[in-house]
Structures are given as C-alpha cells and as structure tokens.
C-alpha cells in the first residue's frame, strides 16, 4: 500500500503547485493587457468597439494557459490513471 | 496509518502554498489594473462607464485565477478524494 | 502520538507561511492602487467621487486574496480536519 | 517529550519567520501610498484633505496585511493549540 | 512493482511542472503584445485590420510553445511509452 | 537537557533573522517616502507643514513594521514562553 | 530491471523540464517581436510588407529555438538511445 | 559541552548574519533618501534648512532599523541568556 | 552495467538542460534584435536595405550560440564518447 | 578538541560572510549618493558647499553600517568570547 | 572502473553546463549591440560603414566568450586529460 | 590532523568567497559614480576641479568596502589566529 | 586512486563553471559598452577617432577579466599543479 | 593524505570560484563606465582630455577590485600556504 499513498502524496503537491505557479504568469498577463485597454480608452474612447473585441479575444487566449493548468490540477485530483491504476490493482491483487 | 499522516501533510502544506503563491500574481495584476483604472478616469473623466465596465469584466477574469487556486486548496482540505479513500480504507480494513 | 505532532508542525509552518507569502502580493498590489489613486486625486480633484470609488471596489478585490490566506490560516490553525481526525482517533483508540 | 520540543521548535521558527517575511510586503506597500501622496500633496496643495483622508484608509487596507501576519505570529507563541494540547496531555498523561 | 510507482510518481510530477513553467512565458508574452495591440489600436484605429491580423499571427506563434508544454504534459499523463512498457512488462512477467 | 538546546538554538537564529530580515521593508519603504519628501519640498516649499506631518504620520506606519519585527525578537530572547517552560520543568522535574 | 527505471525516470523529467524551462525565453522574445511590429504598424502603416516579413523571419528564428527544446523532447520520449538500447539487452539478455 | 558548542555556533553565525543582511536595507535606503536630498538641494538651495532637517529625521528613523540588528548582534555575542544559562549549570552542574 | 546507466541519466539530463537553459538568451537577444528592427524599419523605411542586411547578420551571431548548445546536446544523445566506449569496453569484456 | 574546531570553523566563515554580505549595501548607496551629489554639483555648481557637507554626512551614515559590519567582523576573529571561553576551558580542564 | 565513470559524469554534466550558461551573457550582450546598431543606422544612415565595422568588431569580442565556453566544452568532451590519463591507466595497468 | 584539515578548507573556502562576493558592490557603486562624473563634466567641463575632487573622496569611502573584503581575505589567508592557534598546539602536543 | 578521481572531477567542474559563470558579466559589459559606441557615433559622426579609441581601450580592460577566467579555467585542465602533484606521487610510490 | 586531497579540492573550487563569481560586478561596472564615457565624448568633444583622464583613473579603481579576485585566485593555487603546509607536513612526517 506505499506505492500507493506515494502516488496521492505526489498528486497532491503537483495539482497544487501546477495551478499555483500556472497561475502566476496568466495573472500578470492579464493584468497588463486589461491595463493598457483601460489606458487605450481613455486616450481614444472613439475606439471603444474594437479595442474590447481586441482586448476579450487576447483575454481569451492567456486564459487558456491557466486553464491548461486548472484541467492538469483537476485530473491529477479526480481522474489520475495512475491513481486509478493503482486501485484497480489493490482491489484484484 | 503511517501513510494516513503523510497524505494529511501533504495536503496541510500543499493547500497552504496554493492559495499563497497562486495569490501573488492576481494581486499583483489586480492592482495594476485598477491603477490604471485610476488613471484612466482622472485623464478621461467622461469614459467613465466604458472604463469601470471593461475593468470589472478584467477583475473577473483575473480573480478567476486566485478562485482556482482557492477552489483547490479547499478542495485538498475539504473534499480531499486521497483522504477520504484513506479513511475508507482504515474504516473498513 | 508521533503522527500527531507531525500534523501539528506541518499545520504551524504551513499556516505561518501561508498568511506571509501569500500577504505579499496583495500589500504591494494595495500600495500601487492607492498611490495612483493619490496620484489621479492630485491631478483630476473633481473626479474624486469616481476614483475613491473605484479605488474602494478594487482594494476590496485585491484585499479579498489576503482574506483566502488569511481564512486557510485560521482553519489550519483552529479547525483543522486532520487534526481532528487525528484526535478524535486518539481519543477512541 | 521530545514532541513538545519539536512543536516548540517549529512555533518559534515560524512566528519569526511569519512577521518578518509577511512584513517586507505592507512596509514597501505603505512606502509607495506614502511617496505618491507627498508627491501629490507637493503638485495639488489645495486636494490636501481629500489626499489625506484616501492616504490613510489606503494605508489601514495595507496595514491590515502586517497584522494579520502579527496576529498569526502571536497566536503562534502565546496560543498556539496545538503548544496546549501537548501541554495538557503532558499534564494529564 | 516499486519500479512503477517511480515512474508514475516522476510522470505526475512532471506533467504538473511542465504545463504550470512552461505557461509563464507564454502568459507573459501574449499580454505584452495584447496590450500594444491595443495601444496601437487607440493610436491609429485606421490600421485596425492589419493590427488584429498581425496580432493573431503572433498569438498562434506565441500560444505554440504553451501547446507544445501541454501536449507534453498529456502525453506524460496519457500515453507515456515508458508507463506502457512497464504495465505489459508487469502484465506479461 | 538536549531539548534546551534546540530552543535555545532556534530562538538565536530566529530573532537575528526575524529582526535582520523584517527590516529590509521598512527601511527601503522609508527610504523611498523621505526621499520624495525630500522632493516634494523642493519642488513645493510653502507646503512645507502638511508635507512634514504627512511624512511622519507615514513612516510611524512603516516603522510600525520594524517594531512589530524586533518586539518578536526581543520577545524570543528574552520572554520565550518555551524556553521558560522547559526551564520550569527542568527544574521541576 | 532498476537502471530501465533510473533512464525512464531521467527521461520523463528532462523531456519535461526541457521543454517548459526552454519555452519561456521564445515566449518571451516573440512576444516582444510582436509587440513592437505592432507599433511599427501602427507608426508606420505604409511600411506594413516590410515590417510584415521581417517579422515573420525574426519569429521564425526565434521560433528554431522552442523547435530545438521541442525535438530533444520529443527525442528523449520516443526514440531514446539509452533507453532503446536498454529495452534491446533486457531482451536479448 | 557538545550543547554549549552548538549555541555558540548558532550564535556567531547569527551574529554575523543578522548585521550583515540586516544592513542591506537601510544601507540601500539611506543612500536614496541622500541621493534625493542632494539633488533637492541643487534645485532649490533656499530651502536648505527644511531640507537638511528632514533628511536628518529621516536618517534617524531609517539607520533605526540598522541599530536593532547592531544591538541584537551584540545581545548575542556579549549578552546572550541562553548562553549564560549554559555556563551557569555547567559551573554548577 | 551500473556505470553505463549513470552515463546514460548524466547524459539526458544534460542533453536537456544544455538546449533548454541555453536557449534562454538567444531567444531575448534575437527578440530584442527583431524588435529594434521593426522600430527602426518603421522610423527610417528608407534604409531597409542596410536594417535587414545588419540583422541578418546579428541574427546568426546569436543563432550561433543556440546552435552551439543544439550540437552539445546532440553529440551527447547520439555521438557520446563516453558512452561509446563504455558499450564497446561492455562488448569486449 | 573538536568543539573548538566548530567553533573556529564557524568563526572563519561568518566573519567572511558579514563583512563580504553587509559591504553589498554600503557600497551600492554610497555609489548613489556620490553620482547624484556629482550630478548635483554640475547642475548648480553655485551650492558646492551645501551638496558636498551633506554629502559628508550622509555617506558617514551609510558607511556606519558597512562599519558595523567590520567591527562584527573583527570581533569574531580577534576578540570571539565563545572561542576564549573554549580556549580557557581547554587550558584550565 | 568506477572512477572513469565518475570523471565521465562530470566531463557530461560540465560540458553541457558551460557552454549552456556561458552562453546566455554573449547572447544577450550581442542582442543589446545589434539592437543598437540597428537603432543608429536608422537614425545616420549616413554613418552605416563607420558603424557597421565598429558593430562587427564588437560582436568579434563579445562572441569571443562564447567561443571560449565552446572551446572548454569540446576539450572535455574530446580532448579531456583527465579521462585519457584514465583511459591510459585502464588500458596499461 | 584532521582538525586542522577543516580549519584549512574553510579559511581557503571563505577567504575567496569574502572578496568576490564583497567585491560585487563596491565595483558597482564606482562604475555608477564614475559614469556620473563622467556625464557631469560632459554637462558642466567648468566644474571639473569640484567634480573631480568629489569623485575622488567617494570612490575612496566606496573603495574602503573593497578593501575590508581584501582585508579579512588576506587575515584568513597569512595571519589566521585560528590556523596559528591549531599550529601552536600541534607542534607542542 | 580515489584522491586522484576526485582532484581530476574538482578540476573539470570548477573549469567549466569559471569560464561559464564569468563570462557573463564581460559579454553583458562590453555588449553595453559597444552599444552606446553605436549610439555615439550615429550622434556625433565626427568624433569617430575618439569614440573608437576610447571603446578599445575600454574592451581590452572588461575582456581582461574575461582573460583572466579563461586563464584559470586552463589552468586548471592543462597545468594544474595539485593534479601534477598527485601524478608525480603516483608515480613515485 | 586525504587531508591533501580536501585541501586541493578546496583550493581548486575556490580559485575558480573567486574569479568567476568576483569578475562579475568589475566586468558591468567597466561597461557602464566606459558607456558613458563614450556617450559625454560624443556629446561634448572638446573636454575629451578631461574625460579620458577621469575614465582611465575610474576604469583603475574598478580594475583593482578585479585585481583582488586574481590575486586571491593564483595565491590560492601557487601559493597556498596550507597546501604548503601539508606537502611540507607529508614530506617530513
């Protein structure tokens, strides 16, 4: 049963950290872009339209790097092959 | 139970440093944006609406982040699937 | 009883640290708000009532990442499950 | 006994640890608010009242953060629950 | 069996490291060019086409090296040949 | 008596690191508010009055940080409830 | 059977590692290539070919170097000489 | 007396380190709040009395910082409790 | 055989890292390189010639070290000396 | 004998570090304060006297630091009370 | 045997290391010279032989390093005098 | 012998580490004052002897940081208290 | 023999790190240095003598350093006199 | 004659180290001295005499810094006194 809780420790810290540093990049990302619209339409409120277009589909795609890592941090947690493995081997072993 | 132990660590530490290193960049790109917010109305005080609108649709998306990162740390010490597959285990073995 | 000091160690770092880094990001992410906001009064004072709140609802977002530290803390510290679990079992057994 | 002086050992670390790294955020936090608004008080003299009043509930939000890093900090020495729990089962044992 | 938990230890781990570093460039470059897209759209709305065709090249260009981290990470996760190997061994051994 | 020791040991390190490293923020946060103090009066001195008292109700606030720091180390050394706990029951015991 | 685990291992971890920690410099670089073609554009919206195909030879350079990570990584998971050579004496041996 | 050697190694190497990391920050901070007096001076010269006074209050609280891990550094080496505890029971022990 | 295992790991492991650590600056320099091109292509169209002739040349400069670090860690992979003579010394002997 | 081998070992190395670590501070301010002061003096040569005296005091503050460091320095090598002690025990015992 | 094992490990690990991060100064320095160079050209175009052959002569002695890294790599990985000292001992003892 | 072994490394270890790492300021803060001169007497060629003089008293208190480090290096090297101490008693025991 | 291995893996490593690591600042210091060459001479095309002589001068010194690294690093391979000495023993007894 | 060995590998660590690591901060140091001193040549070329001369005196004192490395570098290669110690110690022992 070592190999087991082994593998849940390991799974626990990685769907932790993957999430968690993952994160940090996507944040600041964001931050600047939703900045520099703000900045944007102030200085050209004519412009309106095609800046928030611009600025969601940008938003978008940054949040899909988060997003790959919420999904890793989920199937670590709730769909582990590994995990599932190893149960399956306890229960028929 | 000596495994028992190590997963409840594991995920003491781990639902700790998810919420606390997943939490610096929202707040730091939380902050830079509603700088610039600031900015952006005292430059341009009649697009406020355009700018208060664009900002909180950004605050969402960033704070999404930081909900992550919250989401699993509760997740680890809450509705920990390793955990309870522990307990289940002693309970019944 | 070895187990339980485990859980109580890792509990005390985990909730220190947690509430320290994790406190980080939203202290420097408040001062850059509040000095733009500063900034902005200085430059626009008839905007005031936009910016201050503006200013408010943004400090309240990035305060709220210090909250979730400072929440997962407490609960570390005053009401933790593994812990419990730990007494109660030592309690019974 | 040599549980107890682990969990000593671990509290001592940690409230240290807590105020003094959970302190390096507001200090630098409250440094930037307080520049900016002496800055701004030095461009707009006549805002001062409205600079002043933002400064200071800025500063109380920043602040905020370094308390409750204290506050962890001295519940770590004088309150700590899990120093007496190990205490009174000493006791009691 | 040991062998195998090894792997799945080193496979989880790594998946989670991959995806999670390897966002952080991604993250950071598309907000840096999200956010000039938008600078030079509130500098020269007229050019919006070219702008927004140039910007979207560069997202897929940039976006490519998160794909690449993510395809990795699945791969480690889904179809590891080393997990493979190690399951018929155990399977046919 | 080998447990007085490890007190005694972590309660040195931590009050020199608590106090050397808290006090990194304050003093650059100090640094940097009387600097555009400094600034602001040359730029502005016949707002030499509220500059000077918004300057010093601001660096009380960061000093406020630096005490917080020392009041733990000097705590830790000289009121340490461990280490008078474990002196009582060496004595005691 | 041990060192076909140490080279698995070796292997899952450096095709991972390489690929994340090698993707954040053309994430970057790209991002700042793209970033300033868009100012270009939007300064100069007459030198658009010019700008256009120097930049997609600049991203492609940039681009060769994410394609290297990709190619050891890829190498290092399906077509590792160690580890065929390893398979290779495990059968034959 | 193995006991003793360890706090006396603990205490010159936190001696050491808490005046010498300790001193990086007012070091750094003091050297901006100078480098600004100077050019304050340089731009307003009539205001050299206000100037000089500030920066001199100003000094005062910042090498503050540096005096707390000066005194601590010395409690440790020429009045360290611990270490006097030590020499008293292994005089009277 | 346990030599040739541990030239094998050292060997990926470094194989990796070369290219991956390696590639970091190439990737800035070349996207800093790219990026003052368009600059100046969009400020001076007129001396596109001389622009885009200099850059290539810079860009192969720079090339030049990833592709330094490209052929380390190819001769590592599939031209090792090291490992050759340790499979011919396991041939021979 | 060997407690005094820790202990000088201990001595050598924090005496080296101290002043090596501390002296990073000093001389990054002290080179700040004397390019603003130069800075300074070529902007309004008529203020010499003024920049060059509060030029003075300012580096003695900042120096004192890096002399603090010297002192602690100096202490540990020629004047180490807990390598006295050891040396007197050792003569004495 | 084990001792060429040994020196063949750290002739791997060292060679790819150096040039890897030997690399990344050259890299970037000759990144900021092109930059610059493409900078001047656009603003002299005039002046493009004088500053052509002065880039040239600077990214001679800036590749210099790289090439120097290179040369350490190559020698301890074909020209190693430890491992033929080794080879030599091997082969005549 | 062994005693003085250690001895040995660790004055050979920390006499180098004490002047290169102490060495990293005191070249900094002069290449930035000596850059400052520089632009001043470029700004202001009348002020050259109040320039020169000044710059000359501040690379000489920058210096002296330097030359603690080479003070303390030499120490550990020539004239160590610890070294000759452990001689003294090696050649009477 | 095992002194020898030793000696012979110190040697590679610290070669390959010495011209490694300090290549770094030379190649980023003449980087900067030819590339605000670049900038004065598109300023001031007339000076060219001066601005070429005085970046020569100026290479030769920062390459110096460059040199000396490489010089130890070479050293170390190729006349390394503890390794000679170890030889000359092994040789000799 | 182990302790000869440790000493040799110290020594040879070191000596790399030392240089490497201290050539660092006189290699920026020297770029940005000369960097400025080539941008006040092409800005005010009549006081060429004066900058040259103030530019060789600063580029000494960095040097110096450098120098110190070296110094402490060969002296720890061909003139170690405890290596000479222990040949002396072995050779007469």
Known sequence: MDSMTLIAIASIITAGMTISIGGIGPALGEGRAVATA?????????AAPTITRTL??????????AIYCF????IL????????HAIAKAAGG
């Open 71 to 74: 999904v890793v941090s989920m």
């Open 38 to 46: 703000l900045t944007s339409l102030a200085q050209q409120p004519d």
């Open 56 to 65: 969601f589909v940008g938003l978008a795609m940054i949040e899909s790097v």
């Open 77 to 84: 947690i709730f769909a582990n092959p590994f995990w599932n």
